[in-house]
């Protein structure tokens, strides 16, 4: 069987919300990304640094609705990759200055993670990677992840005075 190859990413996630502006709004405070297109009144496509996008959302069939049930299968969260500790310091502050509830934050050996939902329901991550060499394993070798208790204050100690 062929696998994907090693060097694949994930591209982007298509998110339905029931207000657009209200989700772009959401996006570009809380997350920090940028509206690159706006597709009519009913879609738009936001990234960082320039990429055509990270993240799309839309109201094709969801304009107005009510948020997806917790117990529904679906997407679980999308997940934002930040580069440093310093940055998810940042993004979780922003977050927490707009009145975001967090709902989780864990420390994985591999990554550090923080969990809340965007206004729709949608679960979010924000995280970190540890260097690949500091990731935990066990005596076979094999990865050995875990989900200790993140310190979100010593997190936020780290990001940058604004």
Excluded: C
Excluded at 118 to 145: H, S, T, V
């Amino acid at each position: 069987m062929s696998k994907a190859p090693d060097t694949m990413t994930i591209g982007h996630v298509h998110l339905k919300v029931s207000d657009l502006p209200r989700a772009v709004a959401f996006y570009e405070a809380v997350i920090g990304l940028t509206v690159t297109q706006y597709y009519g009144e009913e879609a738009a496509f936001l990234s960082a640094g320039g990429y055509h996008h990270h993240l799309g959302l839309n109201t094709w069939s969801s304009k107005g609705a009510a948020p997806a049930p917790k117990r529904a299968p679906g997407l679980f969260h999308t997940a934002f990759l930040f580069p440093d500790r310093a940055s998810l310091g940042a993004a979780l502050r922003r977050a927490m200055d707009h009145g975001v509830k967090i709902e989780g934050a864990a420390d994985h050996g591999v990554s550090e993670a923080v969990y809340f939902s965007d206004p729709d329901g949608n679960g979010i991550e924000i995280y970190r990677d540890r260097a690949p060499e500091d990731w935990p394993r066990d005596a076979g070798g094999a990865l050995a992840m875990d989900n200790r208790p993140l310190d979100l204050e010593a997190l936020l100690a780290e990001a940058p005075a604004d």
